[in-house]
C-alpha cells in the first residue's frame, strides 16, 4: 500500500500540465510561480523604446514571454540546454544558450535588460560590463528576486523544520537573495519603484512541488538519500489539512532597476 506521501507526490506528477519530463527544468516549468502583470506594467512604462528586450538567464521564460506584450522582440538567454528546451514557447521570444557575460548580442541593441531571481549567480562584474555593452542610450536594466514564501500562520509552521534541515545545502549565492539584492553594487542610476508582490492561490500538491524545485532539495536528496520534504509530511499534512483546500501563498519582489548611465 502506498503512503500518503507517495500519494501526494503520484498526484504532483499526474497533474495537468504541459510537459511530463522529470527532470529539475520541468519542475522549474511546472511550479515556479509568475510573475506579477503589475511589474512589467512598470518596467515599460519607464523604458523609452519598446524594440527589443533581453531576458537573461531565462530559466522557464516566465519573464520573456510576459516581455512579449510589450516589446517587438525578446531574446531570452539561459546557460542550461536543458532549460531552454524546457521554456516557454512564444512567436515574439528568440530562445538561446549563452552565458550571462557572453549575450553576443549587438552593441548598443537592447531596450530593456531583465533578470528575473538569477542575478545572484552571475560573475556580476563581468555581466555588468556586458550589459552596459548591449543596452541602448538611456535603456533600462531591472533585476528582482524573491525569498521565502509566507503562508497563513497555522500552516506555515509546519515548513520550519524543513527550512531548519535545508539550512547547510543552500548555495552561497542564496545570501544575496536573502539580503534582497541590497548588498550588490549596482553600476547604473539606480530608479525609485513602487513595491511588487507575487500572490497564488495553492493547494497541497502544487505547494510541495514548488518545494521539490529548490536546489537546497536537491542537495539534501543526493547527500542523504531522502527527502526533507516525506520526512516532515505527517506533520505538514496535519496542518494544511484536506490537501485539496487552497490556501494563499504570497512572495514579495525584491527589485533593483536602474537606466545607462
Known sequence: MLSSYQLLTNAIETMTFNDHFSTQAATYRRFRPMYPKELFDYLASITPAHKRAWDC???????????????????????????????????????????????????????????????HWFDMDAFFLEAKRVLKKKGIIAAWCYGAFSIED??????????????????????????????????FKELDHPDFLMELDWNLA?????????????NYRKQHGKDPIETHFDLICDAWGDYSKKRRVTWQVHLRVGRVK
Open 57 to 119: 538567464a531565462t530559466g522557464n521564460g516566465q519573464a520573456a514571454v510576459a516581455l512579449a506584450d510589450y516589446f517587438d522582440k525578446v531574446t531570452a538567454t539561459d546557460a542550461s540546454e536543458e532549460q531552454i528546451r524546457e521554456a516557454i514557447t512564444h512567436p515574439k521570444v528568440l530562445y538561446d544558450i549563452s552565458t550571462a557575460e557572453n549575450s553576443e548580442l549587438d552593441d548598443n541593441s537592447q531596450d530593456l535588460i531583465t533578470i528575473a531571481n538569477a542575478l
Open 206 to 218: 502544487q505547494c510541495l512541488g514548488y518545494m521539490s524545485s529548490w536546489s537546497a532539495i536537491q
Open 154 to 187: 497555522s500552516v506555515s509552521s509546519a515548513f520550519e523544520r524543513i527550512y531548519t534541515d535545508l539550512e547547510p545545502f543552500w548555495p552561497r549565492q542564496i545570501n544575496h537573495v536573502r539580503d534582497e539584492y541590497k548588498s550588490i553594487e549596482f553600476p
